[in-house]
């Protein structure tokens, strides 16, 4: 069994015992140890759909900026607790937030969300807290007023983009096919 960084959650859960809210100025520390710890995404910090302009940005300089941005209550995630640990992400946030995520994008239609990116540590995969992520940021969204939740996802067999989750779970959930955003993500939509 591969080590886990202090301070991990357990290899197994009950969804009941999770509490799942906003980042906020209360959680910074904890969301900071879940990108920390090994295995993580602190190469990105969720940063990717967020760059404005080109060239390379530190990993330094990108949780420099995602941790602003959680600190200055941008609405932008929510992320499951269990025993007061941040134990997943899920990047949800007004479209305008981030930048451009698909050539058809309406800039022009109001109220409308993403959600853009999800981790689940390797250990947690597999029961269930990736749906029930995507559960919270409907919920999340549809109650800071979102009219329409857009999303990219992929399908399970894409070599890439999967940290924007799969196709079937946000069908499942009542996402409709809207396009394509390149050659593997699919832009999907949820109406309130």
Partial sequence: MPKRSRGSPPETFD???IRFTEVA???????????????SPKYCWCMAWRQSGRGHVQ????KRRMMALLDASTRSASSPMLDGKTIGWCSVAPRE????LSKQQDDRESGVWSIVCFYV??????????????DA???HAFAKGARVIQAYPVAEASPSYRFMGFRDMFASC???????????????????
């Fill in 15 to 17: 969804l009941a015992n």
């Fill in 25 to 39: 100025r209360a959680t910074l520390v904890s969301f900071e140890a879940l990108f920390e710890q090994p295995g």
């Fill in 59 to 62: 990993s330094d300089e990108k």
């Fill in 97 to 100: 937030t981030y930048r451009k």
């Fill in 121 to 134: 540590p390797r250990v947690l995969r597999g029961g269930g807290l990736a749906s029930a992520l995507l």
């Fill in 137 to 139: 940021a409907i919920d």
């Fill in 174 to 192: 009542g996402f409709r096919e809207a396009g394509m955003a390149g050659s593997r993500r699919h832009v999907m939509r949820l109406e309130h």
